[in-house]
């Protein structure tokens, strides 16, 4: 099984998700979105399965640097999917892509749950 796993290398939450699955031995590519970047239909499949609500990350820094104007447009799949593209530090991290299925966020909890 392919598996992605989406962030920033400097995410201190990246590093243990990324600590925890070469420590298990589960193989996987790292894909850096601020340097690589993200397309408009990654990020759509990803919000076929996640709440958007999730995926945006209103307690980091880069949500609360926003103008509210700019929080106040957020108010559905479409408006969240455009701040995520063209702020991709707004998204929670990491997102782990385990052959189209997808999840957010990192805890040896989750992640031994996730490959159970």
Known sequence: MKRTLYGI???DTVKKARTWLADN???FTFHDFKKQGLDR???AKWLEQLDWEVLV????MTWRN???????????KTSALDLMLSNPSVIK?????RGGKFSVG???DQY???FA
């Open 93 to 97: 991290r990491p997102v782990l892509d």
């Open 112 to 114: 031994r749950a996730l």
């Open 25 to 27: 031995g589960h193989e």
């Open 41 to 43: 239909a990654t990020v």
């Open 66 to 76: 926003l103008t509210d104007e700019q929080k106040a447009a957020v108010t559905d």
């Open 9 to 11: 290398p400097n995410c």
């Open 106 to 108: 990192f805890s040896a």
């Open 57 to 60: 990350n209103r307690k980091g």
